[in-house]
């Protein structure tokens, strides 16, 4: 119990220096070296509410798109139906903890990176963690700064060559979220940054509107909604005399290739 109020308390300073954002604009060539992708996304696993809301506020701020579950055995169903790209684990938790996720991840031949979070500071349980499959560990109370830093790291270890892509003149970068279009900068939300690179990552192919929804947004179609179409909008808009190269195949979706298209509209 110590440990966690000690943990609260400089969180909570953290929190007054750090104001939360949601789906601000940010400019994509940030200096920070966090991660951004299709979009970039972190699981944290966390029964803490306030810690793990406060977590998702923070790496929201890095450009980062953060779930939150409570426990083991949601972890591993989550992880099982969406694609991450790194997972936040507290050690101790109701029910199947920390441990066994990572064991049943790794088990299940996952690669995925792990940061694991915990109060045990013994050189025994982080060795016990590691040889568990997490990738690194980080014991609490912890600095935020550090965490970021660390999840950063893993980000780019799990990356790898998928960091950058390239599309004609358009360049996005998920390592250093560069969105760059003929050398200049392009501000985008986090987003319009994901649907952005999911649509340049499936180059060449038509990418219906229900499976944008559920790679970039993670909801399932809902007929009555046209918020794909309004953020291709949006886009477009900010690419300017490069609009074209998103492309609409009418009753079914979108397209970017690296030729300029027939008329986006």
């Not at 790194?86 to 938790?93: A, K, Q, R």
């Not at 970021?148 to 998920?174: C, K, N, T, W, Y």
Request: neutral net charge; proline residues 5%; aromatic residues 4%.
């Amino acid at each position: 119990m110590i440990l966690v109020a000690r943990h609260r308390r400089r969180l909570a300073m953290n929190t007054n220096s750090q104001p939360a954002v949601h789906e601000q604009p940010f400019i994509v060539n940030h200096k920070n070296n966090g991660i951004m992708g299709t979009a970039m996304k972190v699981l944290v696993v966390e029964d803490n509410k306030k810690l793990a809301r406060f977590l998702q506020r923070a790496l929201h701020e890095e450009g980062y798109v953060v779930d939150i579950v409570e426990d083991g055995a949601e972890a591993l169903n989550q992880s099982s139906n969406i694609e991450y790209d790194l997972v936040i684990l507290d050690w101790m938790l109701p029910g199947t903890d920390g441990i066994t996720v990572c064991r049943t991840l790794r088990g299940r031949g996952s690669g995925i990176p792990i940061l694991m979070l915990t109060a045990r500071a013994e050189v025994s349980e982080r060795i016990l963690g590691l040889d568990a499959g997490a990738d690194d560990y980080l014991p609490k109370p912890f600095d935020l700064g550090e965490l970021l830093a660390r999840v950063r790291a893993l980000g780019r270890r799990g990356v790898g060559s998928e960091g950058v892509v390239r599309v004609g003149p358009l360049v996005l970068d998920r390592l250093e979220r560069h969105a760059t279009l003929n050398g200049q900068i392009v501000e985008l939300t986090p987003r319009e940054f994901a649907l952005l690179t999911y649509l340049a990552r499936e180059s060449g192919r038509v990418v219906p509107r229900t499976e944008l929804l559920r790679k970039v947004w993670e909801t399932t179609y809902d007929p009555g909604s046209n918020v794909v179409d309004a953020h291709i909008k949006k886009l477009r808009e900010k690419l300017g005399d490069q609009a074209s190269l998103i492309e609409t195949v009418r009753g079914v979706g979108y397209r970017i290739g690296t030729m300029d298209p027939p008329n986006p509209s």
